[in-house]
């Protein structure tokens, strides 16, 4: 018997297949697959599988996906179409909350935070042991609560979000708009261009916001920054702990430990464990 999980993200879709003791890894742009087309292919040349793990960098409501940024789909109730054409049991959950799960493997601690920037930005809060999922499983859409106003529209439709200032995708509209050359955020920060002096400073505004706002409203003991920029550029966490001060609940920050997320990718390993 086998087993798939995918990790579905901003810019790549990872899977690892476990067949017989072995694992099949592959990765492939994400926007240039169909998320129906690429199961069933599987399905169809390994029809041994008998679980799907999938993390997906969206919103997803009991199995069913509400939206796909990076991604197309056919099949919005995915989980649903699925198990019932092809005998399988499928799993789906957004990618933060795998990621949580996963760090939640790695610490004795009940009252959990993240904050991923990477291609987008999203958080997942951990309390008493317990994900928050809210009404629909679209609790601490934090990427999307509201910053500044952009020249241009976030992927949600608004143009306001703090993903528009403090994410991958973010960044590169940016880049755009003031005819930019794409840079790494060390060259960002060092830069001596007065209009990538300001994107930088949105961009680190904005992450402060964020960390503060999770900190703030769900009181976590520990808040992890993870995701590709975060992982890539860990003087980040620095700013974090300096700087959190000004923008949270003081009486929040007592004994509130903020650390680096430990894993390589920790929604693919969440996916393992839906």
Request: proline share 3%; hydrophobic share 35%; net charge positive.
């Amino acid at each position: 018997m086998s087993k798939l999980y995918i990790d579905i993200g901003g810019t790549y879709l990872r899977s690892e297949l476990l067949e017989k003791g072995k694992v099949h890894k592959e990765k492939i742009l994400s926007h240039r697959v169909s998320l129906n087309e690429y199961l069933e292919k599987r399905l169809k040349r390994y029809p041994d599988i008998t679980l799907i793990g999938i993390s997906f960098a969206g919103q997803v409501d009991h199995g069913k996906i509400l939206s796909a940024p990076n991604i197309t789909v056919e099949k919005a109730d995915i989980k649903r179409y699925i198990e019932k054409k092809y005998g399988v049991v499928l799993k789906i959950d957004n990618d933060l909350n795998c990621a949580l799960l996963a760090e939640k493997q790695h610490t004795e601690e009940k009252n959990m935070a993240l904050l991923y920037i990477g291609t987008g930005m999203g958080s997942a809060v951990l309390e008493q042991g317990n994900v928050v999922r809210g009404e629909r499983n679209l609790a601490y859409e934090i990427g999307h609560v509201p910053f500044k106003k952009a020249p241009f529209k976030c992927g949600c439709g608004k143009d306001n979000c703090l993903e528009l200032f403090s994410s991958g995708s973010g960044l590169e509209k940016w880049y755009a708009y003031y005819g930019l050359p794409p840079m790494t955020i060390e060259e960002l920060k060092c830069s001596g261009d007065k209009h990538a002096k300001k994107i930088y400073k949105n961009f680190l505004e904005g992450i402060l916001r964020a960390s503060a706002t999770i900190v703030t409203l769900s009181n976590p003991k520990v808040l992890i920054l993870g995701g590709g920029i975060i992982i890539s550029n860990p003087f980040l966490k620095e700013k974090v702990e300096k700087k959190i001060r000004k923008y949270a609940l003081s009486s929040n920050l007592e004994g509130l430990d903020i650390a680096l997320s430990q894993f390589k990718n920790a929604s693919m390993e969440g996916a393992k464990l839906l």
